[in-house]
């Protein structure tokens, strides 16, 4: 007959075992304190990990761990802290099933983590009835391991790209490894030259050799950065920012409609922005009828939105001279059609030309999906961690946002 598993059962760790059970704790009746009892006498100090036969002191402590159905669940068990006598300090023990935050045990710090990949730390404080400075110190937690068991390894294509702490002002660096899809660094105090500077720094002058191609923005002080460190790499300027420059001259064809026409052809104009500017396979059945209607009543907008679902086939092309013909047709077809900012879009694709061509040779195919869907999750992250002063955490979310859950 098969043994019967008790709650108890549950709590048993390495040197621990589990002795009473209380129920209706902390003004809850049904929260409920598991009495843990010590099984070895060894104390292991907290920072180098010596193991002492004596300790300094001790305390009892209650540490949150995972709930069981909806009840709270406490373990209490004592702490000690133990004189080292290699680090010349008094620390608290390391106890392996006990996170760097002495109330929770590891594994409810994981979930809490867990839970704060996919909802805003209000809710997660709410639902499991924590303070918020507590949830978002275990979320810190989570991610400070989940980047220890996934360390940097040398990139061969990196993508550098821009974030705003605040809308406008504070800039940092975002750098990711292409290859493996995840962002590798974090840092500096603006956009400038030097601030990538300290990216190549950081990385090191072995693995900075290893670097075969960089895909970035216009951005000139990145471009600068990349050729005195990196002078062994391509240059590539990603889709996502030079589609982002097609779709302002767009919105700008939309304003001086917009000023141009009758009132009552306004109509059809206003609120359309972001119509205009989705791609067709996103749109709704709603919003597609708003752009049929919309594009049936002006000519010029017409025109200039199908010339932007058409300028991205040229990243479909396989080598640079079947590229370079298809923008030259697609610049040609400006001369008839009077869109001033499209003939501004087009003089800054000429410009930068060598930079955009670059994706059509095969050594430079590189995901291009994932920076796209890079920067959305970054501006999701931006939109939650909106007001928020810790700087770190903010690396941290950025960081570890493509890794794995652990």
Not at 60 to 89: F, M, N, P, Q, W
Request: with cysteine; hydrophobic share 35%; glycine share 6%.
């Amino acid at each position: 007959m098969k043994k019967k598993r008790r709650l108890l059962d549950e709590y048993r760790f390495p040197g621990y075992r589990p002795k009473a059970d209380i129920h209706g704790v902390f003004g809850d009746r049904k929260a409920r304190i598991i009495k843990l009892e010590r099984t070895y006498k060894n104390t292991k100090c907290g920072k180098c990990g010596a193991v002492h036969k004596s300790y300094y002191d001790k305390t009892v402590r209650s540490i949150r761990d995972l709930s069981c159905g909806d009840a709270r669940i406490y373990l209490r068990t004592e702490v000690r802290r133990v004189l080292c006598v290699k680090c010349g300090t008094v620390k608290r023990e390391n106890i392996d099933w006990i996170s760097n935050n002495p109330f929770y045990t590891e594994r409810f710090a994981y979930y809490v983590g867990r839970k704060c990949r996919a909802e805003t730390i209000q809710d997660v404080a709410k639902e499991l009835k924590l303070d918020w400075h507590a949830v978002k110190n275990l979320e810190k937690v989570y991610m400070t391991e989940q980047l220890r068991r996934n360390p940097v390894r040398t990139p061969r294509v990196i993508g550098i790209d821009e974030v705003s702490l605040k809308k406008g002002h504070s800039y940092r660096i975002v750098v990711s490894d292409l290859e493996r899809e995840r962002p590798i660094w974090f840092g500096g105090l603006d956009r400038s030259e030097e601030s990538l500077d300290e990216f190549y720094q950081w990385l090191g002058e072995k693995k900075t050799k290893k670097i075969r191609l960089a895909v970035m923005d216009m951005w000139k002080a990145f471009e600068n950065s990349t050729k005195n460190n990196a002078k062994q790499s391509a240059i590539l300027y990603d889709k996502f920012h030079v589609v982002r420059h097609l779709g302002e001259a767009l919105d700008k064809v939309r304003k001086m409609e917009y000023a141009r026409v009758s009132a009552e052809d306004r109509t059809y104009i206003k609120g359309q922005k972001y119509t205009l500017l989705s791609n067709h396979e996103n749109l709704n059945l709603d919003g597609r009828r708003s752009l049929k209607k919309l594009l049936k009543a002006n000519k010029r907008l017409n025109i200039a939105y199908l010339l932007k679902e058409t300028f991205g086939q040229l990243w479909d092309y396989k080598t640079e001279g079947w590229a370079r013909r298809f923008f030259d047709n697609w610049k040609e077809a400006l001369k008839w059609q009077k869109i001033e900012p499209y003939v501004e879009f087009a003089d800054m694709i000429e410009r930068h030309w060598d930079g955009i061509a670059a994706y059509s040779r095969p050594e430079n195919k590189v995901p291009l999906g994932f920076v796209e869907g890079f920067n959305n999750k970054i501006r999701v992250l931006q939109r939650r961690a909106y007001g928020l002063r810790d700087e770190e955490y903010i690396r941290l979310k950025i960081l570890t946002c493509m890794l794995k859950e652990i």
